[in-house]
């Protein structure tokens, strides 16, 4: 057994030196392209381009008058003594946001219960308020005529400048949608 033992031996001998052999010459061309590659100088990658953040575009004139209405001077009419026919209610209980400036409003949300549009609305001190068609703010007498999902549409009465009255049409668009 002791043949055997040796015979085996020298085969596995004479196998690896083959194996060892064959496997020197087959890869020396990529083992030289590597080798290249690793000498040359390594590079930087340059940096990502800096991108300046995109500017919405604010359209501030939604709460002016249409150029496609009427001017106010001809919408508003003369009864027969020369005065104005619309003048605010002076007997009318006066409401909590009518003690504010309408430029000190906006428009924060819109809600919609039982079928009613109800407008909340920021007073410009902090407080918000839930207000619907029909209720006045503002220190001109104007009240609510529409609530829609953006914006909330106010009749103002005001002085004419002559001795009467004229209503003005006053848009309260919802905060980020204009």
């Known amino acids: 057994m002791d043949t055997g033992i040796i015979v085996r031996a020298v085969t596995l001998t004479l196998a690896f030196g083959l194996i060892a052999g064959c496997g020197d010459n087959q890869h020396k061309d990529l083992q030289l392209f590597m080798e290249g590659a690793k000498s040359q100088p390594v590079g930087e990658i340059e940096p990502l381009p800096t ?58 949300g819109v809600l919609d219960q039982g079928g009613t549009a109800w407008s909340l609305v920021d007073d410009g001190e902090g407080g918000v308020h839930r207000i619907t068609i029909g209720n006045y703010l503002g220190k001109n007498h104007g009240k609510i005529t529409g609530v829609s999902d953006t914006r ?26 204009n």
């Open 51 to 108: 991108f300046r953040p995109y500017q919405t575009f604010r359209y501030s004139a939604i709460a002016l008058r249409s150029p496609f209405d009427m001017p106010l001077s001809a919408i508003a009419k003369e009864d027969s003594s020369g005065r104005l026919a619309v003048e605010p209610d002076e007997n009318r209980k006066k409401e909590y946001l009518e003690g504010f400036n309408f430029s000190s409003f906006s428009l924060v």
């Open 152 to 177: 909330m549409e106010v009749l103002e009465i005001v002085p004419d400048g002559k001795g009467g009255w004229v209503e003005r049409p006053r848009t309260l668009a919802l905060k980020g949608s």
